[in-house]
């Protein structure tokens, strides 16, 4: 059973920066795809970003709402995977959960019930 833990979220305020840390139990990264997602209050779950990796690369997804603004990424020797994001708007207010898919799964997916891992959460506000 991977376990995944989440930290970094904070209350910023818009325009600032902050960089989100999944460290999980096991060397998973460049393993199975990954992925970060959030919820706010009433909605479900939804992708932000996702990454896998190939022999040379790494393969990437951003949401829309995102692109360009998030970057996702993973560190092997730290059994991390981050979500820096730059240029926080109040519409980012919300719990940022670090998911993984099954070791055999190793290319990315779009809905919650793809990933098999997920961590508890951590909360990121962004005041206007």
């Known amino acids: 059973q991977v376990r995944l833990v989440e930290s970094g979220g904070d209350l910023v305020k818009a325009g600032d920066s902050l960089k989100l840390s999944c460290t999980a139990s096991?060397?998973?990264?460049?393993?199975?795809?990954m992925a970060w997602f959030r919820r706010v209050p009433g909605k479900e779950k939804e992708v932000v970003a996702a990454i896998s990796w190939g022999p040379r690369t790494s393969y990437e997804y951003y949401d829309a709402v995102v692109r360009g603004r998030f970057n996702i990424f993973g560190d092997n020797s730290m059994n991390t995977l981050y979500l820096q994001m730059n240029s926080l708007v109040p519409e980012d207010t919300a719990v940022y959960y670090c998911?993984?898919?099954?070791?055999?799964?190793?290319?990315?997916?779009?809905?919650?019930?793809?990933?098999?891992?997920w961590g508890q959460g951590t909360q990121v506000t962004v005041s206007s």
């Open positions: 096991e060397h998973i990264i460049r393993g199975p795809a």
């Open positions: 998911a993984a898919r099954q070791s055999s799964d190793k290319n990315i997916a779009y809905g919650p019930e793809d990933y098999a891992f």
